[in-house]
């Protein structure tokens, strides 16, 4: 299984939105709702942003969503905040009855 | 609260074995899937597969298929992860996750074990 498809850095400054993209399969993304977001700083356990494409867990802020078209699924954080810098991977759930995650997307908050 | 705690770190040779461990608290261990996803130095995320503590199920990412053995010691609530015949590219932080049966996504890590391949 291939890792999904995410683009190798983005940036905004401080207050403006970021969109993540993450592309995969119809194997993956394509077919299932199952894609979730998480988010790494550097030297922690990453921490789940997004489930289920677009469900947020408890305590995470509203500045974050999800959504999906086709083979896409796409973060957005709106009010870039500094604590926001980080990494971002995908998951997604597959025919194969597995798991793959995107290669990650460092966020530099300018 | 839930907490997963792994064994400490661990450096071996090439073409040895490695067994991490995750010991998790605070839930019914029984109830929910854990994961495990690994993380090379300046790498992504990994997936490398799941075991069902309740029935000992398995399944593994296709690349370790011969390589990987998840175990679990129900009494001690305890999970274990089984990596043979490792290579430089093994090198990585070893990570457990929490994830519920119904559910594609993981909640809960511990706090990874590093694992050095090296001669």
């Known amino acids: 299984q291939s890792a999904l498809t995410q683009p190798a850095s983005v940036s905004g400054s401080p207050g403006q939105s970021i969109t993540i993209s993450c592309t995969g399969t119809?194997?993956?993304?394509?077919?299932?709702?199952?894609v979730s977001w998480y988010q790494q700083h550097p030297g922690k356990a990453p921490k789940l942003m997004i489930y289920d494409v677009s469900n947020r867990p408890s305590g995470v802020s509203d500045r974050f969503s999800g959504s999906k078209s086709g083979n896409t699924a796409s973060l957005t954080i709106s009010g870039l905040q500094a604590e926001d810098e980080a990494d971002y991977y995908c998951?997604?759930?597959?025919?194969?009855?597995?798991?793959?995650f995107g290669g990650g997307t460092k966020l530099t908050v300018l | 609260q839930v907490q997963l705690v792994q064994s400490g770190a661990e450096v071996k040779e090439p073409g040895a074995s490695v067994k991490v461990s995750c010991k998790a608290s605070g839930y019914t261990f029984t109830d929910y899937y854990i994961h495990w996803v690994r993380q090379a130095p300046g790498q992504g995320l990994e997936w490398m597969g799941r075991?069902?503590?309740?029935?000992?199920?398995?399944k593994y990412e296709q690349k370790l298929q011969g390589r990987v053995t998840m175990t679990r010691d129900t009494p001690i609530s305890t999970a274990y992860m089984e990596l043979s015949s490792l290579r430089s590219d093994d090198t990585a932080v070893y990570y457990c996750a929490r994830g519920q049966y119904i559910h594609n996504y993981v909640g809960d890590w511990g706090q990874g074990t590093l694992v050095t391949v090296s001669s």
């Open positions: 075991i069902n503590p309740n029935t000992g199920g398995t």
């Open positions: 998951n997604s759930y597959t025919s194969s009855n597995t798991w793959v």
């Open positions: 119809s194997s993956d993304i394509g077919n299932y709702k199952y």
